[in-house]
């Protein structure tokens, strides 16, 4: 008996070891977009965020409406007159009722885009949200930007949905 409960502690000692260790991923390029809101807005609902030159505040709704968790592949297209890039990102199915629903709410609204916690520009919320599988986000950045972001839309879905996971799983 005393064996068999040495075996046990020692089987919970590796679980919660191997399950505390962090992957080696790293978040990048962490896209999510937010709603503008008015400073008077009860605290703890809203935030303030910079854009990169950190000359002008944005105040945003602290949540998200749509986040890295959300986004299942994207793909850069433009450019525009002003040789800006825009994305394409097809959206998880789970998240697509939130997508038309705050988009038909708000169709013609512009809603802030932020990644990595700093405030890049506006969209608009357009009817292709309310009815289609794919979010598009209007031109906002340079070649490089807009293609880095695409390409770690995969792997910063893939680490916050499945942050919670054991490493052991997924051998």
């Known amino acids: ?47 303030g965020v910079r854009n990169s030159s950190r000359d002008l505040r944005y105040t945003i709704d602290t949540v998200a409406f749509l986040d890295a968790r959300c986004f299942l592949d994207g793909e850069v297209y433009g450019p525009n007159e ?12 789970w998240y697509l009722a939130l ?9 013609g609204v512009p809603y802030a885009v932020v990644v ?17 599988d794919i979010l598009i986000i209007e031109p906002l950045w340079n070649l490089y930007d807009a293609t880095k ?7 910063n879905h893939d680490h916050f949905n499945h942050w919670h996971t054991k490493p052991f799983l997924h051998q």
């Open 1 to 47: 008996m005393k064996a068999l409960l040495s075996i046990l502690c020692l089987a919970l000692l590796v679980f919660f070891s191997t399950s505390c260790q962090s992957s080696s991923y790293v978040p990048a390029f962490v896209l999510s977009l937010h709603e503008f809101s008015s400073p008077t807005v009860g605290e703890g609902l809203t935030k």
């Open 149 to 155: 972001i695409a390409e770690n839309i995969k792997s």
């Open 116 to 132: 990595d916690g700093t405030y890049i520009g506006f969209s608009h919320f357009s009817p292709e949200m309310r009815d289609q």
């Open 99 to 107: 997508m038309h629903h705050t988009a038909g709410s708000n169709l």
């Open 82 to 93: 002003e040789g800006k890039y825009g994305l394409r990102i097809s959206v998880e199915m």
